[in-house]
């Protein structure tokens, strides 16, 4: 693996466990794909630090038992928001 590559990793788990951020905010942050954000997560991580790859995953899973409730406020606050536009 290049190094760049090992070193990108790295930075963005670092920035992950630092501050709890989606895939999408990280991705963003970085100038990055989300593919490549979720690639280097699930599949070079834990080729090359196995206790990152285990906190991050943690953090991973807590996004996606949340996201039922996230995207359920996206659609409330959405609505709410064309409810004022009307009145």
Do not use: C
Request: net charge positive; aromatic share 4%.
């Amino acid at each position: 693996m290049n190094r760049y590559i090992v070193k990108r990793v790295l930075e963005v788990a670092n920035h992950i466990l630092d501050t709890k951020e989606t895939i999408r905010e990280t991705a963003k942050k970085f100038n990055i794909s989300k593919s490549t954000v979720h690639k280097d997560l699930q599949e070079r991580l834990s080729q090359i630090d196995i206790n990152k790859y285990n906190m991050v995953k943690k953090i991973m899973n807590e996004h996606i038992e949340t996201r039922h409730i996230k995207g359920g406020e996206s659609t409330r606050q959405l609505f709410l928001r064309k409810r004022q536009v009307t009145l």
